[in-house]
């Protein structure tokens, strides 16, 4: 995908593959639950839009929460297997894990 002149190859599969991913499972570390549980919720969409005139923001979107960053701060970090676990500003920390289809 080309968004601001520039194009974005890693964020563009997780778009273009979305379909193994909605349906599937968005956890974010930052906001445990009372129990200390990370909170989770299922996956509706998968999106890269405009950010400004420069960049690009890449986003999980899920039934009760979304989670993402803006392209040039945010990546993808090692983290537990089966899970793809991410990076945004201020160490926002969130994994995905798809559906097996």
């Known amino acids: 995908m080309i968004i601001n002149g520039r194009q974005y190859?890693?964020?563009?599969?997780f778009v273009d593959h979305k379909h193994e991913y909605i349906g599937g499972i968005l956890q974010e570390f930052q906001n445990p639950d009372e129990d200390g549980n990370l909170v989770e919720t299922e996956i509706t969409d998968v999106i890269l839009q405009p950010n400004g005139n420069d960049s690009a923001y890449f986003s999980v979107i899920g039934k009760d929460f979304s989670c993402g960053?803006?392209?040039?701060?945010g990546g993808i970090v090692s983290g537990e297997e089966g899970w793809i676990t991410f990076e945004g500003f201020?160490?926002?920390r969130?994994?995905?894990k798809g559906v097996a289809r």
């Open 90 to 92: 201020a160490e926002h």
């Open 69 to 73: 960053f803006d392209c040039q701060y």
């Open 9 to 13: 190859p890693l964020w563009s599969q």
């Open 94 to 96: 969130w994994r995905i």
